[in-house]
């Protein structure tokens, strides 16, 4: 139950109606039985930097969750930023500590890689076909090249992103082969949409799968649909597919961890249930409909 000692933690994003985030992390906080909640909030990209510094003074909140369009612009309002967010250039949380300021973090990647990892075993040695060069794709190729892959394809509508952030993964794990692709993908292990296509019913595919080997794996980061048209075709065509919920879910209790470990605030507080007398709260049969008004005689 929300109280006045409940803390508070916000998702931002424009849009927002597609967020799948504050029902599996609100979900998670009370499994865990901890005193917090999670709201989401609407912050177009011209009000970002307004809305960040008025979340800064805001006391019992303990973090903001970043998600489309934010992921890399939330950079510049980061005080702080942890390893995970230095080698992504990008953010998926950030930590309020005592003063407001903000510590900066990303474990899109991790999430990603162990969501792979649980559904089809080691990626190690395999090959990757990636769409998309922003935030969560920046997040999951520094991740995937970490976890030993062979070789890492980027296809992308800015060509030069693509190739920025692949020499950049190169440069980082320079036993990774990489090259830019299209959007018609063949010889590949696994093939992920990164992109946010698919959240409106008007898109297409982000990239063709008549071409993969059957026994590439298709994964989405898109949240909402669950079920997105790429994953939809990618298991009517016969490809084992990994949804995007699964990448948040691999990624709940590193949120929680990171949060807890703020030197000026500590660990977030545990529920606290009131023990109540049930009996208490009933009057008894003899006095209801009795009692006496002020001045009654």
């Known amino acids: 139950m929300i109280s006045g000692r409940t803390k508070l933690f916000c998702i931002v994003a ?13 979900a998670h906080l009370e499994k865990c039985g901890i005193d917090a909640v999670l709201v989401p909030v609407h912050v177009t990209p011209d009000k970002l930097s307004e809305v960040v510094q008025g979340l800064r003074s805001v006391s019992n909140l303990r973090g903001i969750v970043v998600t489309v369009p934010h992921k890399i612009s939330m950079l510049e309002f980061c005080d702080e930023f942890d390893a995970s967010a230095s080698i992504a250039g990008a953010v998926n949380i950030l930590r309020r500590d005592a003063s407001g300021r903000m510590t900066g973090a990303n474990f899109d990647g991790v999430g990603f890689r162990q969501s792979l990892e649980d559904a089809t075993g080691s990626i190690a040695g395999k090959s990757i ?5 922003g935030g969560v794709a920046r997040a999951i190729a520094f991740s995937l090249a970490d976890a030993g892959i062979r070789h890492l394809s980027i296809c992308n509508r800015s060509q030069n992103k693509a190739e920025e952030l692949l020499a950049a993964v190169q440069k980082r794990f320079p036993d990774v082969g990489t090259s830019v692709a299209d959007d018609r993908p063949e010889l590949f292990d696994v093939a992920v949409n990164a992109t946010s296509l698919g959240l409106k019913a008007s898109d297409g595919l982000p990239f063709a799968i008549d071409r993969l080997k059957a026994s590439a794996v298709v994964a989405d980061v898109v949240m909402e649909p669950i079920m997105t048209k790429l994953l939809t075709a990618a298991e009517k065509k016969g490809h084992q597919i990994v949804r995007g919920d ?5 990624q709940l209790q590193s949120w929680v961890e990171f949060i807890d470990n703020c030197p000026s605030l500590g660990p977030m507080p545990s529920v606290t249930i009131p023990q109540t007398n049930p009996a208490s709260l009933v009057a008894p049969a003899n006095q209801i409909g009795h009692a006496k008004v002020a001045g009654q005689r």
């Open 14 to 26: 424009d849009p927002i109606g597609h967020v799948r985030t504050p029902q599996m992390f609100n």
């Open 129 to 133: 076909y990636l769409a998309g060069a």
């Open 246 to 250: 699964a990448m948040l879910k691999f």
